[in-house]
């Protein structure tokens, strides 16, 4: 299996709408482990690994996000998976 790291920052509307909360619910659907938290400039940062394929689908859904969210920038930033999370979480 080829498991990857994805590390992203979404901006847009993205506070409010229960971004969070929906991108956790995605995330354990497709077996991924990480964390999701609201950032202080209104934004959303997440960092999600797992297999490569379900990695990517999470990547697809953050441009959309749930309903009522308007993304409008994904920043991806490249980084190594390291396998070091058991679940997927919300970050307070």
Same mark, same amino acid.
């Given at each position: ?11 847009? +509307?993205?506070? *409010? ?6 991108? +956790?619910?995605?995330?354990? +659907? ?5 964390? %999701? ?6 934004? %959303?940062?997440?960092?999600?690994? *797992?297999?490569?394929?379900? %990695?990517? =689908? ?19 930033? =490249?980084?190594? !998976? ?6 997927? +979480?919300?970050? !307070?």
């Amino acid at each position: 299996m080829d498991n990857i790291r994805a590390h992203l920052i979404i901006e847009g +509307r993205v506070q *409010g709408v229960w971004f969070r909360d929906s991108t +956790r619910n995605e995330a354990t +659907r497709l077996n991924l482990t990480g964390w %999701v938290e609201n950032r202080f400039d209104g934004s %959303v940062e997440l960092i999600a690994e *797992g297999a490569r394929e379900e %990695v990517k =689908k999470l990547i697809e859904w953050c441009h959309h996000g749930p309903p009522g969210a308007r993304v409008t920038m994904v920043h991806e930033i =490249k980084e190594d !998976y390291t396998g070091k999370f058991d679940s997927f +979480r919300i970050s !307070y």
